[in-house]
Structures are given as structure tokens and as C-alpha cells.
């Protein structure tokens, strides 16, 4: 059977398999679509049935979270974690709590997080949990009081060298501390390396907050180098106010660009002379409040309300938010306006149809499973300080996030044009991560 037809074959079983997931199987066409040239070069792979294995997660772990809000009224939410795969190390993967959290969505987060995790060269498996909890509107004590119910079902199932969750949407340093006091208390160890993202008081990284954003800048960076293009000077539009988007906004001005514009779920702000980030950190971090605030303080300013983003011309887009905000008329549109860089903070932000817009358009389209790597990479940098007691300055820390990042780039670069795919970094990515994985999943025999 010719290779295209067995991966059609294979996507067929992954779509009877899980009936109405449609994030996971698009995270899985996304992916699989890319394997062709690699199972033509190693054949044993299919033999193996490695790609079947891939795709089935080896523990899949749903749970109730009964929790008391601040009037004393019972609430249920529902809890997910799944472990995708554990041939390069224990599951990695970050905890979402947000109302559009299911099944679907944490199979295709997981999926992700088995290749991006390899792609970091570090040794971590693939994982993601949360709960369809919405943090949104809730007291501290309310979020707190979720976290320990939380905490009281999913502590038999992780450890430091079994599984180590960390943040993603709604869950952030406050959420992981919470979440590891209860930890502690249930199990009476002081096991650091079960949690990353954590305080730096309580055994968390230097670089961790910042770093998802600032990697996917320095995978910017690779990207624009290999066009003899820099970041200097270009106008940038970042979609989301959140941790991925902060941070990437913070390290795009670092290196000169101006970023005219960011967003959350309710509207986007536009300021033609470059936002002002210390706003946004003291309404987004502080007040945990909505970005339409931002023009009460600066009238010149425009806030649009449920506007479209993708609309403003700019050089450079990174989408930060969440996943398939960005359709295939945004992409058209990004190209018409000029844009000539689209790197991915948030995971799957661009739909298949968008990608292909990028790719057939030839500008420079980094894939989230590569560009967003760095915030898992300095988890398992996380980890190593908790492992050996260590804390490490943060220079220290952002250069091993920036040459991890360089690595990541260079990696997915040479394996797209090994593979007759020069300049694709979404097969450059995919081809790379599989192949680790599935060499590892050969070397360890049929587990
Ligand atoms: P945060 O919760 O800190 O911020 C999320 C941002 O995206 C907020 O501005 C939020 O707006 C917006 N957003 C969320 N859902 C939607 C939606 N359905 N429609 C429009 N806007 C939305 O999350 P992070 O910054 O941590 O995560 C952002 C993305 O980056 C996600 O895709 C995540 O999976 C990915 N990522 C995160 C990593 C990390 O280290 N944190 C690592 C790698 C990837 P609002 O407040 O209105 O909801």
C-alpha cells in the first residue's frame, strides 16, 4: 500500500476510534499528514504499528471535582488528565482550566505535547489535564478551595519521575501553588519536581514565567535570520493579554520592535505608537482585569469590541491565544497587509486552512509545537534545579532557554530539508519530534 494511503487509512482508525473529538483529530491529521517522507525511510515504523501506538494514549484519566463556592453552594466540575506517552521520560504537560475544556481538547493538547516535548531534546513524555472549572469572576478562596479538590484525585497519578503537570490557560504560578501545597499535605513529601511553574519560593525557575513567550521571539529570530531579516523596527500584533502573550510582547521590544496591538476574549486594543506593557502587566497580572480597560489610560488608544485582530497590517503575527483564532481569511488577509513572519505562542491558533494560506504564500510560519516549546523546556529546567537543590540566576536560565530555543530551530531547519521539505518548519517539526519518539518506542519493545 502506498504510504499516502496508509496514513489516510491510519487517520480514518483515529477518527472511528474517538468519535466526535474534533480537536484531537485535527491535532492528529495536522500531524500524520507530515509523516509520509519519514515512514518511506523507516519502514519497521509501520511494521510496528507505531504510529497506532502514538495515537492511542497509553492512560486516559477523567475525574469528578466537587467544590464549595464562597456562598456554600456545592459545585461539580469535571477533571481530565491524560498521560499520551512516556518513551522519552515522565509525562510533561501543562493543567487548562477553562469552560471549553473537554475530552477532545486535552487529547489534542496532549498529542502536541508528546512531539514539541521531544523537539526540546529534554527528557519528558507528553501529557495534559485541567477541567472545564472557568477561574473567570471567582474569589481567590474559590479558585484555592477548586485547586485542593483538584489535587485530591489527581495526586495518585503524578509524580516527579511519573508525571508533572504545569500551567496553561487560567492556571498560572497562583493556581500551581495552590495546587502543590495540596500535594504536600496529601502525600507529607516536599517533592518539587511533581509541579513546574511554580513560586520561587517555593522551589519555582527563574525564566519560567516569561519563558514561553520569549522563546517563541527567539524562535522568531532563527527563523528571520535565515531570511538575513531581524525584528528591529517591524510592527507586531500579538493576539491574547495573557502569560504567553506578555512575555513575547515584553521580549519583541527588548529587540525593538513596536507591537501596535494585543487582544483577549472580548475585544482587541490598537495603539499606533506601541502598547504600553506595563499597562497590560498591571491590568492583566495584578487586577486580573479585562484589556478594554487599557484606553481609560491612554484615550489616543482605540479598543474594538469582538473586533478581528488579523485585520491590522503588520510585519509580524503571533498569535497567543488559543486554539483556531486565526481562519484561512485571516491568514489571506495577514499576507495581503504584508505580514512576512507568523510564529505560534498558543497552541493549534491557526486552522488548516490558515497554514496552508502561510505555506503556499512562502512567509516564514512557525508552528506552536516548535515555537512555543521553550515554556516545557524550562520546566525540565525546573525540574533539574529541583532534582540537584539548585536555583539558577535568571541570565543563566534565559541563555539555556535561548540556545534550547536556537536547537529547536535548527533541528526542525535541517530535518524539513533532509526530508525534500526546505523551509517547512511544520514538517521540519513533526518529522523531528516523531522520529525521537518512535526510535525511543522501538528501543524500549512493545509497551
Ligand atoms: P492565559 O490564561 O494566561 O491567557 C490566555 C489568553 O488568551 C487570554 O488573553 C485570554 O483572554 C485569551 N483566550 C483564551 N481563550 C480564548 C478564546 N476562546 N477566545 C479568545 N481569546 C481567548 O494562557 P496562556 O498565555 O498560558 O496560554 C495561551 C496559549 O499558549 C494557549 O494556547 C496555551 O495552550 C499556549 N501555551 C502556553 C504555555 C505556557 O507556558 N503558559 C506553553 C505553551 C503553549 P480571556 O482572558 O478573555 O479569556
Redesign the pocket.
Known amino acids: 500500500m502506498a504510504v499516502q494511503e496508509k496514513i489516510e487509512e491510519l487517520y480514518q482508525e483515529v477518527v472511528r476510534k474517538n468519535p466526535g473529538e474534533n480537536e484531537f483529530h485535527q491535532a492528529a491529521m495536522e500531524v500524520l499528514q507530515s509523516l509520509g517522507p519519514a515512514l518511506v525511510k523507516y519502514p519497521e515504523f509501520v511494521d510496528k504499528k507505531i504510529i497506532e501506538r502514538i495515537c492511542e494514549p497509553e492512560r486516559q484519566i477523567i475525574f469528578r471535582i466537587p467544590w464549595r463556592n464562597d456562598k456554600g453552594e456545592v459545585n461539580i466540575n469535571r477533571g481530565f488528565r491524560v498521560e499520551f506517552n512516556s518513551a522519552l521520560g515522565p509525562y510533561k504537560g501543562?493543567l487548562?482550566f477553562?469552560p471549553?475544556v473537554t475530552l477532545s481538547v486535552i487529547k489534542f493538547?496532549g498529542f502536541e505535547q508528546i512531539f514539541k516535548n521531544a523537539l526540546t531534546g529534554m527528557p519528558i513524555g507528553g501529557a495534559k489535564g485541567g477541567s472545564d472549572f472557568d477561574p473567570?469572576g471567582k474569589s481567590e478562596d474559590e479558585i484555592m478551595s477548586f485547586c485542593q479538590s483538584f489535587m485530591i484525585e489527581l495526586y495518585r497519578y503524578i509524580g516527579e519521575y511519573t508525571d508533572v503537570p504545569?500551567?496553561?490557560?487560567?492556571?498560572?504560578s497562583r493556581e500551581i501553588n495552590f495546587l502543590f501545597g495540596q500535594y504536600k499535605r496529601i502525600t507529607n513529601r516536599y517533592e518539587s519536581g511533581v509541579l513546574t511553574?511554580k513560586s520561587l519560593n517555593i522551589g519555582g525557575s527563574m525564566v519560567r514565567k516569561e519563558?514561553?513567550g520569549y522563546g517563541v521571539v527567539y524562535f522568531l529570530k532563527e527563523m528571520l535570520n535565515v531570511l538575513k531579516e531581524n525584528v528591529e523596527g517591524k510592527t507586531c500584533i500579538v493576539?491574547?493579554?495573557?502569560?504567553?502573550?506578555?512575555y513575547a510582547m515584553e521580549k519583541l521590544e527588548q529587540l525593538g520592535a513596536r507591537v501596535v496591538a494585543c487582544?483577549?476574549?472580548?475585544g482587541y486594543i490598537y495603539d499606533e505608537t506601541g502598547v504600553d506593557l506595563n499597562l497590560i502587566k498591571q491590568i492583566?497580572e495584578i487586577e486580573r482585569g479585562?484589556?478594554r480597560e487599557y484606553k481609560k489610560y491612554h484615550k489616543e488608544s482605540k479598543y474594538i469590541e469582538k473586533g478581528n485582530i488579523w485585520e491590522i497590517p503588520c510585519k509580524i503575527a503571533l498569535p497567543?491565544?488559543?486554539?483556531n483564532?486565526l481562519n484561512g481569511k485571516d491568514a489571506t488577509k495577514l499576507v495581503k497587509n504584508g505580514c512576512i513572519a507568523v510564529v505560534e505562542?498558543?497552541?493549534?491558533?491557526t486552522t488548516p486552512e490558515g497554514v496552508k494560506v502561510f505555506l503556499e504564500a512562502g512567509i516564514a510560519y512557525g508552528p506552536?509545537k516548535a515555537a512555543?516549546?521553550g515554556?516545557?523546556a524550562t520546566?525540565a529546567l525546573e525540574m533539574q534545579q529541583n532534582a540537584s537543590r539548585d536555583s539558577w540566576s535568571f541570565k543563566f536560565t534565559e541563555r539555556r532557554l535561548q540556545e534550547i530555543m536556537k536547537g529547536i530551530h535548527d533541528l526542525c531547519y535541517s530535518t524539513a530539508e533532509e526530508f525534500g521539505a526546505q523551509g517547512n518548519y511544520v514538517k521540519g517539526a513533526n518529522i523531528a519530534g516523531f522520529l525521537k519518539v518512535a526510535k525511543a518506542m522501538l528501543e524500549l519493545g512493545l509497551v
Do not use: F, Q, Y
Request: charged letters at 20%; one cysteine or more; proline letters at 2%.
Open positions: 501543562g487548562r477553562h471549553s493538547l473567570k504545569a500551567g496553561d490557560i487560567g492556571v498560572g511553574g519563558s514561553t493576539s491574547g493579554s495573557g502569560n504567553v502573550a506578555i487582544s483577549d476574549s472580548d492583566k479585562r484589556i497567543c491565544a488559543t486554539e483564532e505562542g498558543a497552541n493549534m491558533p506552536g512555543n516549546a515554556g516545557v520546566s
